[in-house]
């Protein structure tokens, strides 16, 4: 199976630490999308961004920055200067085509005060 | 504002009985989904729809249904059959394009069901 893992299970950080959270994908298509959702305890995922396979920029927004390397088959999201709302399970995820959205496991976030 | 609304958002179910779960959404989405979430898993696709009276199973559709008679409206039906069906389930929708390999899914607020 074409698997997404998330490795971390759990991470627990102090504010204003940064923080990375590792995505790796197996995948034998050349085109693809890969996302990231941040999970609240109010239990919406809340969609973070999306990537297409043929671009590997690195993005930031705000305090997010991703960095999607294809040699390696990551997609990692780092948090800078991280903050006690930012405490959420994020998923990262791709999509197959055919309507098929293959989920990690997620990677829960404790940031504490 | 636009955006996917479930109901309810705490459910409680007795043994044997069907419940259904509501899910609409006003994106003039064509494409919407339900997902099964278990505590400290990853989302597990259950049924979507790309289009208003067609609907496909996902990898765990035993013990559920769906129908979608209107482009905004999507519920699921829990069923008797399904063997454990205390979890979180999450609607979602996308625009639907093409093999929607570039979708985006959005999700609503979810509706946590409980066995009792």
């Known amino acids: 199976a074409q698997k997404v893992t998330q490795a971390q299970t759990e991470i627990s950080v102090v504010e204003k630490e940064d923080v990375t959270l590792d995505c790796v994908y197996e995948?034998?298509?050349?085109?693809?999308?890969l996302f990231w959702y941040k999970q609240p305890p109010s239990g919406e995922l809340v969609f973070l961004i999306r990537r297409n396979s043929f671009d590997e920029q690195n993005e930031i927004s705000g305090r997010y920055s991703w960095n999607f390397q294809k040699s390696t088959s990551s997609f990692n999201f780092t948090i800078t200067a991280s903050q006690v709302v930012d405490s959420a399970v994020y998923f990262c995820a791709r999509n197959t085509g055919g309507f098929k959205t293959i989920f990690g496991a997620g990677t829960r976030l404790f940031v504490k005060a | 504002d636009g955006g996917i609304t479930q109901s309810p958002k705490y459910l409680f179910r007795k043994e044997g009985q069907n419940v259904t779960l509501s899910c609409e959404q006003n994106?003039?989405?064509?494409?919407m989904y339900w997902y099964r979430q278990d505590p400290g898993q990853g989302l597990r696709l259950i049924y979507y729809?790309?289009?208003?009276?067609?609907?496909q199973k996902g990898d765990i559709a035993e013990g559920y249904s769906v129908s979608r008679e209107k482009k905004e409206s999507f519920p699921l039906t829990v069923t008797s059959a399904q063997k454990n069906p205390t979890a979180f389930y999450l609607c979602a929708s996308s625009i639907g394009t093409g093999t929607s390999i570039s979708d985006t899914q959005y999700f609503g607020p979810g509706t946590r069901l409980t066995v009792l």
């Open positions: 729809s790309q289009i208003v009276n067609d609907f």
């Open positions: 995948t034998r298509d050349t085109t693809y999308y």
């Open positions: 994106l003039n989405h064509d494409a």
